[in-house]
């Protein structure tokens, strides 16, 4: 079966700036793959190109086989975008943002279903400016699962939040590829993709490093700072 992503040398620049220099992989179907790497390394660049939401300036690029830029129809029906930067009006209601994005697709899946396993039946009549963070996410996270997609594109999606909303998220995205979806993120946080990815490519100065399982590279890059603690203790 081939890869459900599958970058080749991929390229961009912004005027004199290279964001993305010939970085090139693939994702796997039912996999978490991440891409890690501090502010400005290209990740967000990276994926935008991805999803078809920018053109690249070179290289091929394939998601379930078809063209980001020219099969951009066939694709807003199988996969769901997470934008590192997105907003909703301050007094649309979270029941109300559902329902306007269950409208723009012919299959969306049940509302109510949804809600529950984002966590967010409690929310369902308040306002997004009442939410927390971490609530703002889950709803973002909800809004890109709606047509029941196959690959799901999250960009930075636990940024800002307190450690035990963080730990939240990572728990929704393991539930979602416990769903049979396939799950291509960005993250600057090591434990973040240590925890969540089978696989990992590290992205800095718009290069791709090393691409690998995270415990190899961990072992590849760092082996002197790499502590591992076991307990028998079941708390």
């Known amino acids: 079966m081939p890869p459900v992503v599958q970058v080749s040398s991929l390229r961009k620049r912004y005027g004199a700036v290279t964001a993305v220099q010939d970085v ?3 994702v796997e179907e039912g996999e978490i793959f991440g891409l890690i790497g501090p502010n400005g390394a290209g ?3 990276t994926l ?3 999803e078809g939401l920018r053109a690249p300036d070179a290289g091929e690029i394939r998601v379930l086989g078809l063209h980001p ?3 951009v129809r066939a694709l807003q029906r199988r996969v769901g975008v997470q934008l590192q930067e997105a907003h909703l009006q301050k007094r649309i209601k979270v029941w109300e943002a559902i329902d306007l994005w269950a409208a723009l697709y012919d299959r969306p899946v049940d509302a109510g279903r949804l809600l529950e396993q984002l966590g967010l039946v409690d929310k369902r ?3 997004f400016m009442t939410l927390s963070g971490g609530q703002k996410q889950r709803l973002f996270i909800a809004l890109a699962l709606i047509h029941d997609p196959e690959v799901v594109f999250l960009d930075e999606v636990t940024t800002g939040l307190d450690p035990q909303a963080r730990r939240a ?3 929704l995205i393991r539930g979602i590829r416990a769903r049979g979806k396939t799950v291509v993120l960005t993250t ?3 434990e973040e993709a240590e925890r969540l990815c089978d696989r990992v490519a590290i992205v800095d ?3 791709l490093i090393d691409i690998g399982r995270p415990a190899d590279l961990i072992r590849r890059h760092c082996p002197e700072r790499a502590i591992t603690l076991s307990t028998t203790d079941s708390r």
């Open 24 to 26: 090139s992989f693939d």
């Open 43 to 45: 990740k967000t660049t």
């Open 48 to 50: 935008e190109c991805v």
């Open 69 to 71: 830029r020219r099969d």
């Open 125 to 127: 009549q308040s306002w």
């Open 169 to 171: 998220i990572w728990e």
């Open 188 to 190: 600057h946080l090591m």
């Open 205 to 207: 100065h718009g290069l």
